[in-house]
C-alpha cells in the first residue's frame, strides 16, 4: 500500500446510488465521480518551520473532498482506484 507524505491523503471513493429518487436508472458514463469517500492512508502532516502541523483525518474516516481539487491526483494501485489529496482539499468528516 502507499503511504502519503506529509499532508497528503489517499482516499478510496465511495460510489453513489446509480437510481434517482423517482428510480430512473443513471449509467456509469452519465455520472459524475463521487466526492465522497474513506481514508486508506495519511501523510505525517506538513512542516511549519521546524514543527509537523498534525494531521485531522485519520485511516476509516468517510470524508466529503473538492470534486475539482488542485491537489487531487487520481492513482491506481493494485488494479484500484485512489485519489492522492492533500488533507486541505478535505471539506470534512462526516459522522
Do not use: C, Q
Request: net charge negative; proline share 5%.
Amino acid at each position: 500500500m502507499l503511504k502519503p507524505l506529509h499532508n497528503y491523503v489517499l482516499i478510496e471513493r465511495i460510489e453513489e446510488d446509480n437510481k434517482t429518487a423517482g428510480g430512473i436508472i443513471i449509467p456509469d458514463n452519465a455520472k459524475e465521480k463521487p466526492s465522497r469517500g474513506r481514508v486508506i492512508a495519511v501523510g505525517d502532516g506538513a512542516f511549519d518551520g521546524d514543527d509537523r502541523i498534525p494531521m485531522t483525518v485519520k485511516e476509516k474516516d468517510i470524508v466529503l473532498f473538492a470534486k475539482w481539487a488542485p491537489s487531487a491526483n487520481e492513482v491506481k494501485i493494485d488494479g484500484k482506484d485512489y485519489v492522492l489529496i492533500k488533507e486541505t482539499d478535505i471539506l470534512g468528516i462526516l459522522k
